[in-house]
């Protein structure tokens, strides 16, 4: 066995010594936490019983600010753990900084005490808390610090102990005010004891043990292993574990520590403000019920990141000495208790809502319940990688959470108008700073690694990385903000969507294979989307919403893989406004995702066939059954990619280049998404004889607006091309846009003498062979010809675009003009598309249905053609009884009849309509006829 | 090593470019489909139906009878079959080359009034070369001392006329008179040509039926970009796939420069005509047509400069335009046989080319301002239904047979200057002498608008069109024949746009692989110097 082998070994072992002395420490912190919050819990409801309603509701009042006050001031426990002797020292400051506030609110408490629901000795009990718990945190987080984890515990422990012992005492003859004092001996309590643990006067060592509680790991204060900070500070027999800096010792490390830990606490005083900004704006802004409703999911939620709160303290003094293996433990520990808690709300969502609040009051949100525990979930995974970013020394830490907490307040100001609205503006903002953190923590391996060599990050590349990072996390707020503005009302598709998904999940699937002619992926993803954020359009529309965002980054990594990094930012800027991406984001079906898989596919197989990695191949495996999944059509793609593998194999081998690589991964990624497409096959088949049987087959479906509506010619073509690149216009501008067909002349002239490199050429044979595949087909099945069936080339036509636009002008400030006129091109695209007004594709159902909601009584009746439109009438219910045209017209008893008509362009509708309105207008007043975008309503009465 | 020398002269750096043969079974297969798509178009465009105004149709008819022609005879040229041994294997088939010896040849460098710079590495790199017994001489028709010096101290021959009459072929045929090898190479005086260029143009000779063996002209300030690439883009498609086709047949003719003849050929056709102002292009006529036979070996064995300016590049294209064109009624006569005519044709015929996109360009106009078009009773759709697929395998067909060299900037300035084809038959039409006209061997380092004034008038008109056609009619139709003129504006914007630069778009630091050494290496004071060729 040679050295190197024993030496990595070692390592190995050490590491896994390292991961389960985390472990441990994490378990039994997070006990002490949990224990600390069960105290509190039996604290509040003993106090329930204990005090009048009046007397309790202060109380909880003051339990709340309490808290507001708190869950800031962990971030200096989290600038302790990253720098105890700084915390030891820092104490007078703090202090010095604490009291004068804590003086101030208790001066203002006789003002502000009725204000805040509270009486002047309760008021001047939360004066105390400014100082009380900065005093907490700071010596907590020098415990942390200090690895002094057992007294970190008893701290956590002894404050509700103390909190349930006063507090019921006092309150018993105090009332309220006993009760809050109780809360602030607690605090004295659990500060007593961060104050006794450790070494709190003596400067010592950082990473040396602390008695009593220290030695919780077992062996990992041998010199050996575990944190024996000799050991880490010299060459590590990892090549890539511990990636220690000179900042982490000596004198010059101590100097640095400063920043870094400024940065943890600013970090986390950001990550408290994505806690806590959602309540604080749901009670400033909703009205009492929604406000109740979201405070019920938000304590429930609170809960469960508090359990979580102490985890990435634990880990930063191990994140700090670079151990392997102390990322996954806090990650695993906060993984389990946070997807715990969402994973038991998920299945036991209205029991756990009557446990804690009652019976029945709010249980409107039990469906929303799981999805907010998941942002709480996400949000304690967020703390422990930022935990971890900021003990190894990443400054943008800060600043990536202050842009999780923006993006999180315009998502409120967007769409935070009821408590749906506001906790998925915090979930979406939790899952994008994670992804960020997430990414942020992945190395990016560009090229095989020399082992020789030390890994090695020069300071060009992390600015540009910083830089990248931010520019696409403004794209990304960009993104949302725009498919958040172009949102719509529902439409037919989609509206059976809605349907569908209401179904229990087997009776879905069978509809699904009785009547439909997609597969079922998407609409178990919408399944499971309804389940958590109920059928609000925008619950309905997040999967595609989220898809079509992820396209932003995910054309970005595509961009940079296959070409360079200008590229992808240029493909990513594309992707935040070209029009039919925002189009699909804002459509509860499944074609957002396809192009999302798509993108993964094609980055996945460029990757898997330039480096040959398993991890590619699979990746590239997964895409593509996950596209096949979703829609059927993908297999046009999915084919193209299988031949493109043959031929690179086929070329390899003619060049006499290794091809095993290929060969054997593309063998084994076609088996696997055979594999994974096997059970979808019956499926389909089931699917295509039922509706052969039922005279359906694949007949063309409604079509909605354009002329390529049902016929194959070359201005069909053409709007097909147009659609994909600049979104639905009305027809007149199809016609304009259609005519200016000489420019591809130009653009064939142009291409003379460009460059073919092999990601053009994936990508070209992505566009073009579906493409003619799909021409094929449509000749004998002319709805096939349309757009929405080839979305999976709207990716590729991107990055070949951005390429384009990269690499034609000779200069950087042409490119630059060009990309900018190219992304305004596409944003006019957007805005005529989205606002002009005359979109065919843009169905005012909700616009129309509302109207006849506000005009009509309970015994009006609403008749609609086509019948197809019972769904959105199920949907958007307007209050009045609703049936579909039929020969016969309503009774004269009725007084009001509505006559509703859309999809003009089938004649048989029309044809039924305008005889039914001959009918109506034989027997009724014409009082109105009321125009929306693709919806006609009459009313009779 | 060039590295470190930022202004480098380029022609001491390896070519990055490579005459190697377009895969002929891709291009049989693009032909054999053009031939049913041609079909398609014509088939469909030449319908009594589709006649609009008679006048226009007739010129939209014969401008794609124009181009159809050129298209099927650069298809034709392309597919040719070079069926003759390759030289080297003829070499070693027949007798020992040369008695053994090996063979005398006069290398003349041309010269008139290009600075040294230019001048002193390729008289360096031709005393250099290697396989024969050379006598470089300096053709110094501008009678400089400091030419002179440099020659003596070069250990060169200096030859100075004292007249200048027949210009460059003048100059050459002076020189022939007071030399004497069996050989004579010509190289004009911008050209280095690599040591090994006699070895290697000296093998076909061996046959004694061979009067000259052409070679490409490369342009190494073509990896500085701008004017110098598109013009060579145009030359790596001619040098590649066009001269490879015509050499099969026996039909490349002479390009003036990196040639080696043989004497007695030279002298049977009384040595370069000065007539005419591509004296090359007639000697070759009239060497085929005593029956001798030329060779074009497609190997870089000489790297020169191209144009670096818009005012260089007008004039060599007006003098090859000019001389080609008035040569179409020298090769009509010609006693050739067919085949060799009808390349001789095609080549001078391409100069007519500027006619047919002058009439492109005209009809967006035309039907913007008066509503008259060349084809009616045909939809847009059916017309691009028919043209789409022969126009986009024609373009496949060049991608193909040139290799990818030939691009949209080689295309732009090809079309910015349709108006020096204009001229340039006008004057043959009227027999109006041509003059030969030094091309200048460095960029003017000024704007020049004037040189490009035709087609900035174009580009203005065509503008103005479609602004009136945009203020007037917003229909499709419009919108449609607007859409033409913006693309004719494109593409002559891009082909002008070096006439309004200073440095004819070109960039300071040459693009070059680093790892390549240079071709030769002389002195580095003569390493620095830039130029144009012919």
Same mark, same amino acid.
């Given at each position: ?50 005090? !009048? ?187 890539? %574990? ?15 520590? /400063? ?68 990322? /996954? ?8 208790? /946070? ?133 696409? %996390? ?263 846009? !259609? ?203 | ?38 079909? $398609?178009?014509?088939? $469909? ?27 099927? @005879? ?113 190289? =004009?005086? =911008? ?15 061996? =046959? ?11 342009? &190494? ?7 110098? &690439? ?9 040098? +590649? ?14 390009? +003036? ?33 005593? @029956? ?27 003098? $090859? ?97 349709? $108006? ?44 103005? @069109? ?54 030769? &290496? ?8 830039? @130029?144009?060729?012919?």
């Amino acid at each position: 066995m040679s050295a190197g082998t024993i030496a990595l070994r070692r390592a190995a072992g050490a590491s896994l010594r390292t991961s389960r002395a985390a472990v441990r420490e994490q378990a039994l912190v997070a006990g002490g936490q949990i224990l600390s919050g069960v105290g509190n819990l039996l604290y509040a409801a003993v106090m329930a019983r204990l005090l !009048s309603p009046a007397g309790f509701a202060e109380l909880a009042a003051f339990l709340a600010l309490y808290l507001l006050i708190a869950v800031p001031s962990l971030s200096l426990a989290a600038g302790g753990a990253l720098d105890p002797e700084r915390a030891r020292r820092r104490r007078g400051r703090v202090l010095g900084a604490s009291i004068p506030v804590s003086l101030g609110l208790a001066v203002l408490a006789v003002a502000l005490a009725p204000s805040l629901g509270l009486s002047v000795p309760s008021a001047l009990a939360l004066a105390t808390t400014p100082t009380l718990v900065a005093l907490i945190e700071l010596d907590r987080g020098r415990l942390y610090g200090e690895r002094a984890y057992g007294w970190v515990t008893g701290s956590l422990v002894a404050e509700p102990i103390v909190r349930l012992a006063v507090g019921v005492t006092l309150a018993a003859s105090l009332g309220v005010a006993g009760g809050a004092i109780g809360v602030v001996a607690g605090g004295i309590a659990g500060l007593a004891m961060a104050r006794a643990g450790g070494d709190a006067r003596t400067p010592r060592r950082p990473d040396a043990p602390a008695v009593p509680f220290a030695d919780l790991s077992g062996k990992r204060n041998s010199p050996a292993e575990g944190r024996g900070p000799a050991k880490w500070r010299g060459r590590s027999a990892v090549p890539f %574990g511990p990636l220690r800096t000179k900042r982490n010792s000596g004198a010059e490390g101590a100097r640095a520590r /400063g920043p870094a830990s400024r940065l943890a606490a600013l970090a986390f005083l950001f990550l408290a403000v994505v806690q806590c900004q959602d309540i604080v704006f749901a009670n400033a802004t909703l009205d009492g019920v929604e406000a109740a409703r979201f405070a019920a999911i938000s304590t429930l939620g609170g809960a469960a990141v508090f359990a979580t709160a102490t985890i990435p303290f634990v880990l930063m003094p191990r994140a700090k000495a670079g151990e392997p293996g102390a990322l /996954g433990a806090a990650l695993g520990t906060a993984a389990l208790l /946070g997807g715990g808690a969402a994973l038991v709300t998920a299945i036991a969502a209205e029991p756990i809502l009557t446990l804690a609040y009652g019976g029945g009051r709010f249980d409107a949100v039990a469906s929303f319940l799981p999805a907010y525990m998941l942002a709480m979930a996400l949000l304690g995974v967020a703390r422990v990688l930022a935990a971890d970013a900021v003990a190894r020394g990443a400054k943008r830490v800060p600043w990536v959470a202050l842009g999780a907490g923006a993006l999180q307040l315009a998502l409120l100001f967007a769409i935070g108008d009821s408590a749906e609205g506001v906790g998925i503006s915090t979930l979406i903002a939790a899952a994008a700073l994670t992804a960020v953190l997430v990414v942020e923590r992945v190395p990016v391996v560009e090229k095989p690694i020399n082992f020789a060599v030390k890994p090695h990050l020069s300071p060009a590349s992390g600015t540009r990385r910083r830089q990248t990072l931010l520019i696409l %996390g403004g794209m990304m707020v960009l993104a949302i903000g725009l498919r958040l503005l172009a949102s719509r009302s529902l439409w037919l598709d989609e509206a059976t969507s809605w349907y569908e998904t209401q179904l229990p999940f087997h009776r879905m699937l069978e509809v699904l294979r009785d009547t439909d002619v997609h597969p079922p992926g998407y609409f178990a993803v919408l399944w499971a989307t309804v389940r958590g954020f109920g059928d609000g359009e925008l619950a309905l529309r997040l999967p595609s919403l989220l898809a079509a965002t992820a396209l932003v980054p995910m054309l970005y990594v595509a961009g940079k893989a296959m070409y360079d990094r200008a590229t992808g930012l240029v493909a990513a800027g594309f992707a935040v406004v070209a029009p039919i991406v925002v189009w699909y984001s804002q459509e509860a079906r499944m074609y957002a995702q396809l192009m999302l898989l798509a993108g993964v596919a094609v980055w996945a197989l460029y990757q898997a066939l330039e480096t040959g990695r398993a991890r590619y191949w699979l990746a590239y495996a997964l895409a593509g059954a996950a596209l096949a999944w979703t829609q059927y059509f993908a297999f046009l793609p999915m084919a193209t990619f299988e031949a493109a593998i043959a031929i690179v194999a086929w070329q390899q081998k003619r060049a006499g280049r290794p091809v095993a690589r290929i060969v054997v991964g593309g063998l084994l990624a076609t088996l696997l998404i055979a594999a994974l497409v096997a059970p979808l096959v019956p499926f389909a088949h089931h699917q295509f004889a039922v509706n052969q049987a039922a005279g359906k087959g694949f007949d063309a479906p409604s079509q909605v607006g354009g002329m390529a509506e049902n016929q194959v010619n070359l201005y069909a073509a053409l709007t097909n091309g147009i659609w994909a690149v600049f979104g639905y216009h009305s027809n007149a501008t199809m016609l304009n846009l !259609s005519a200016l067909w000489p420019l591809l002349i130009l653009l064939a002239l142009m291409l003379l003498g460009r460059g073919r490199s092999r990601a053009t050429l994936l990508l070209l044979a992505g566009v073009l062979v579906p493409t003619a595949m799909l021409t094929a087909l449509a000749l004998s099945q002319p709805f096939l010809f349309e757009v929405r069936y080839n979305l999976t080339a709207v990716p590729f036509l991107l990055l070949l675009g951005a390429r384009a636009v990269t690499t034609w002008p000779h200069t950087g400030r042409g490119r630059v003009a060009l990309a900018t006129a190219a992304i305004a091109a596409l944003g006019v695209g957007l805005a005529d598309q989205e606002w002009n007004g005359t979109n065919p594709r843009s169905y005012d159902f909700e616009g129309a249905l509302h109207e006849v909601d506000a005009r009509s009584g309970p015994r009006d009746v609403l008749m609609y053609m086509p019948h197809d439109l019972n769904n959105l009438v199920a949907y958007y219910p307007p209050g009045l009884k609703t049936r579909r045209l039929g020969p016969n017209m309503p009774a004269a008893k009725v007084p009001r009849v509505f006559l509703l008509e859309s999809f003009f362009e089938d004649r048989a509708n029309d044809e039924a309509t305008r005889k039914a309105l001959v009918k109506l207008r034989g027997e009724r007043e014409l009082v109105r006829r009321m125009k929306f975008s693709q919806v006609e309503v009459w009313e009779f009465r | 090593m060039s590295r470190d020398r930022p202004n480098a002269d380029p022609r001491l750096l390896p070519p990055d470019w490579s005459p190697d043969a377009a895969p002929p079974r891709r291009l049989r297969l693009l032909v054999l489909a053009m031939i049913p798509l041609s079909l $398609w178009y014509f088939g $469909w465009l030449l319908q009594p139906g589709r006649v609009g105004v008679p006048l226009l149709f007739g010129i939209l008819v014969a401008a794609e009878l124009f181009n159809l022609a050129q298209a099927t @005879g650069f298809w034709w040229t392309v597919t040719r079959r070079d069926r003759r041994p390759p030289p080297r294997a003829a070499a070693r088939a027949g007798a020992t080359p040369f008695a053994g010896r090996p063979p005398l040849v006069d290398v003349l460098i041309p010269t008139y009034d290009e600075p040294l710079a230019v001048l002193e590495p390729t008289v360096r790199a031709a005393l250099a070369m290697r396989g024969a017994r050379l006598v470089v001489s300096v053709l110094d028709d501008g009678c400089r001392p400091e030419v002179e010096a440099m020659a003596e101290r070069l250990l060169a021959r200096y030859v100075a006329r004292e007249e200048s009459e027949g210009a460059k072929a003048g100059n050459i045929n002076a020189a022939l008179l007071s030399t004497g090898s069996p050989f004579v190479a010509v190289l =004009d005086c =911008d050209h280095v040509p690599r040591p090994d260029f006699l070895e290697r143009t000296l093998e076909p000779m061996v =046959d004694e039926g061979v009067a000259l063996v052409q070679t490409p002209q490369y342009y &190494a300030n073509s990896r500085r970009g701008g004017i110098a &690439a598109a013009a060579w883009a145009q030359q790596a498609l001619f040098f +590649g796939a066009i001269s490879r086709g015509k050499d099969a047949d026996g039909a490349m003719f002479c390009c +003036g420069t990196n040639v080696l003849f043989r004497r007695t050929a030279l002298e049977s056709v009384g040595g370069f005509p000065t007539d005419s102002i591509t004296e090359d292009f007639v000697l070759s006529v009239k060497m085929h047509e005593r @029956g001798w036979e030329t060779r074009y070996l497609p190997e870089v064995l000489a790297v020169g400069l191209g144009p670096e300016d818009m005012a260089a590049y007008v004039g060599q294209q007006r003098r $090859w335009a000019r001389g080609c064109l008035g040569a179409i009624g020298r090769v009509l006569r010609a006693r050739l046989p067919l085949r060799m005519r009808v390349h001789y044709l095609l080549s001078s015929a391409y100069f007519l080319s500027g006619w047919a996109l002058l009439a492109y360009m005209s009809f967006p106009l035309i039907r913007i301002f008066t509503g008259a078009q060349p084809i009616a009773a045909a939809s847009a759709d059916q017309f691009v239904l028919h043209f789409a697929p022969y126009f986009c395998t024609a373009l496949a067909m060049v991608v193909v047979a040139g290799r990818g060299t030939y691009t949209f900037a080689g295309f732009a300035l090809a079309a910015a200057t349709f $108006w020096v084809q204009i001229l340039a038959s006008l004057a043959a039409l009227t027999r109006r002498a041509g003059r030969f006209v030094v091309t200048p061997k460095q960029g003017a380092g000024a704007r020049q608008p004037l040189a490009a004034a035709p087609t900035l008038l174009a580009i203005a008109a065509l503008v103005v @069109g479609s602004a009136w056609g945009l203020i007037n009619h917003r229909s499709p139709s419009t919108l449609n024949n607007v859409a033409f003129a913006l693309l004719h504006v494109t593409v002559l914007a891009s082909g002008a746009r070096w006439a309004l630069m200073r440095d004819g778009g070109q960039e300071e630091e040459p693009k070059r692989d680093a790892a390549r050494e240079p071709i030769n &290496a002389p002195a580095p004071a003569a390493a620095h110097g830039r @130029g144009g060729s012919r």
